[in-house]
């Protein structure tokens, strides 16, 4: 029998990571901190369908290099999107995707859960999109401001 983790996943075997992290971290960190929880529970990081995580890091610098090396889209979610029932950022963004699996797991920075994908879950309908350019925004107003 060949192992989960070596195996071409099922097409229904998808899941959502969902993140936390301060303005300390860096992607480096939430990438390692995703791939462990992946790795923890056996899965292969082509099962994520969808990273998420709360409205207030839209600008964050992180979020595309995150989504763009597991090639998955970065989802943004605010707190109506999410359940008060749940405590914490990262599950309560993954339990909004569907099932928690494997709640919070913390690096020094950054916290990530991750949950199935229910039935009839869609990326379009979980949370709103990165805008690339409120991703790169931070970084241009700090080059624009430089000076000469």
């Known amino acids: ?67 763009l090396y597991f090639a998955v889209p970065m989802r943004l979610l605010d707190d109506a999107d999410l359940s008060g029932d749940v405590p914490g950022v990262a599950d309560a963004v993954a339990a909004m995707a569907g099932p928690v699996r494997l709640h919070k797991r913390k690096s020094d920075y950054a916290t990530c859960a991750i949950s199935d994908c229910a039935p009839g879950f869609s990326v379009a309908s979980f949370g709103q999109p990165v805008s690339a350019n409120a991703s790169i925004a931070p970084s241009t107003l700090l080059t624009s401001s430089a000076g000469p």
């Open 1 to 67: 029998m060949t192992a989960r983790f070596g195996a071409i996943p099922a097409p229904t075997d998808r899941f959502v990571a969902g993140i936390g992290f301060a303005s300390a971290a860096s992607a480096g960190e939430i990438i390692a901190l995703i791939r462990a929880c992946l790795a923890e529970l056996n899965l292969h990081p082509s099962q994520l369908a969808a990273i998420g995580t709360h409205m207030r890091k839209a600008t964050s610098p992180l979020l595309l290099p995150v989504a």
